[in-house]
Antibody, heavy 121, light 108 residues
Framework: EVQLVESGGGLVQPGGSLRLSCSAS????????MHWVRQAPGKGLEYVSA????????YYADSVKGRFTISRDNSKNTLYLQMSSLRAEDTAVYYC??????????????WGQGTLVTVSS | SYVLTQPPSVSVAPGKTARITCGGN??????VHWYQQKPGQAPVLVIY???DRPSGIPERFSGSNSGNTATLTISRVEAGDEADYYC???????????FGGGTKLTVL
């Protein structure tokens, strides 16, 4: 059974930093790209960041570029999101997501339960 | 960047058919995926590649995609189908994921 378990969320002051972790199990972690998707309170889904299976390629939404860093440790089956210079608008539930790609399209077949990040003074 | 447009809300009586649309420029040339999100829960994939259902998703859920509109159809709607629904595509021109704004399905 595929499981994605996020941790590391919490309350942080504007300008502060936080590192999210996602522990994966039930599939060959090192074979799949992984993503982070967030959802602000009462809002829709927003694509945040992605990393290739070997960590060699990364992607960031313009809203977080230069402030967030995605990484992974395939030996530990763990995905990370280092967040810095946090702003109030970064307040959201952050989901770790496994992606499945074929025929030029990708979708998210498994989601973690999410971890809440609140940026407030 | 590519934009997906969904109606904010759709209402349907139990036992009837709900249709949730997702509009985009020539979306019929892309693969569309749909997610269901119930309050306080993570999204769940309900349709992928326009019309395929993951295991465990009832046959009542179906999808179609043509022209500028993709549609998620839920037949014989039940109270438990009340949720937010999001469409998603992979925009190959920018190599990134695009989500629709979401549609709240209310079962009357």
């Amino acid at each position: 059974e595929v499981q994605l378990v996020e941790s590391g969320g919490g309350l942080v002051q504007p300008g502060g930093s936080l590192r999210l972790s996602c522990s994966a199990s039930g599939f060959t972690f090192s074979s799949y790209a992984m993503h982070w998707v967030r959802q602000a309170p009462g809002k829709g889904l927003e694509y945040v960041s992605a990393i290739s299976s070997n960590g060699g390629s990364t992607y960031y939404a313009d809203s977080v570029k230069g402030r967030f860093t995605i990484s992974r440790d395939n030996s530990k089956n763990t995905l990370y999101l280092q967040m810095s210079s946090l702003r109030a608008e970064d307040t959201a539930v952050y989901y770790c997501v496994k992606v499945r790609c074929s025929g030029g399209s990708c979708f998210f077949d498994y989601w973690g339960q999410g971890t809440l990040v609140t940026v407030s003074s | 960047s590519y934009v997906l447009t969904q109606p904010p809300s759709v209402s349907v009586a139990p036992g009837k058919t709900a249709r949730i649309t997702c509009g985009g420029n020539n979306i019929g040339s892309k693969s569309v995926h749909w997610y269901q999100q119930k309050p306080g829960q993570a999204p769940v994939l309900v349709i992928y590649y326009d019309s395929d259902r993951p295991s465990g998703i009832p046959e009542r859920f179906s999808g179609s995609n043509s022209g500028n509109t993709a549609t998620l159809t839920i037949s014989r709607v039940e109270a438990g189908d009340e949720a937010d629904y999001y469409c998603q595509v992979w925009d190959s021109s920018s190599d990134q994921v695009v989500f629709g704004g979401g549609t709240k399905l209310t079962v009357l």
